[in-house]
């Protein structure tokens, strides 16, 4: 059975900064394109961020670019998402999306 | 970068009819499109991949079709578990605005 499950998220002012993970199973994560994708309260699905099967490449959209780090350890079936100089548009659930199979997602609060 | 257009953004329909759901890509994406409805609460669950290959377990009142810029969704005759949002993306990017598909 596939699992994503995302964690990290939580309540951070203005400025802060967050790591997101998820851990996965189920599947062989080394040969999957991985992605982060959120969803503002509301609001419809973004797509945030991707990563190649190695690592060697990696896609932001424009809105989190400089701000945002996606990163994977293949050797621990996990992926990343570091996000710094959070803004309160970024408040949203943040999902781990593998090959179209989701995780339960994570809520990032960004507040003062 | 692509853009996704997905219309109508609301939709009412009655159980049993019939509905089609279109997305637009600003430029070919031969057939790297999926679709996904999500309910209140949960995550997106995908319906449709490859432009037109039904997900395992997903019904077959489900269709999808379309190739390069031009996709739809058909759903063959609404049940009431079908009244959620749809969504389209371009596979592992963005997606296109939504649809709500509401019960008229």
């Known amino acids: 059975e596939v699992r994503l499950v995302e964690s990290g998220g939580g309540w951070v002012q203005p400025g802060g900064s967050l790591k997101l993970s998820c851990a996965t199973s189920?599947?062989?994560?080394?040969?999957?394109?991985m992605s982060w994708v959120r969803q503002a309260p509301g609001k419809g699905l973004e797509w945030v961020a991707n990563?190649?099967?190695?690592?060697?490449?990696?896609y932001y959209v424009d809105s989190v670019k400089g701000r945002f780090t996606i990163s994977r350890d293949n050797a621990k079936n996990s992926l990343y998402l570091q996000m710094n100089s959070l803004r309160a548009e970024d408040t949203a659930v943040y999902y781990c999306?593998?090959?179209?199979?989701w995780g339960q997602g994570t809520m990032v609060t960004v507040s003062s | 970068d692509i853009q996704m257009t997905q219309s109508p953004s609301t939709l009412s329909a009655s159980v049993g009819d019939r509905v089609t759901i279109t997305c637009r890509a600003s430029?070919?994406?031969?057939?790297?499109l999926a679709w996904y409805q999500q309910k209140p609460g949960t995550a997106p669950k995908v319906l449709i991949y490859?432009?037109?290959s039904l997900e395992s377990g997903v019904p077959s009142r489900f269709s999808g079709s379309g190739s390069g810029t031009e996709f739809t969704l058909t759903i063959s005759s609404l049940q009431p578990d079908d009244f959620a949002t749809y969504y389209c993306?371009?596979?592992?990017?963005?997606f296109g605005q939504g649809t709500k598909l509401e019960i008229k």
């Open positions: 999306v593998a090959n179209a199979k």
């Open positions: 189920g599947f062989t994560f080394s040969s999957y394109w």
């Open positions: 990563i190649k099967e190695d690592g060697s490449e990696k």
């Open positions: 430029q070919s994406i031969s057939t790297w």
């Open positions: 490859e432009a037109s």
């Open positions: 993306q371009k596979y592992n990017s963005y």
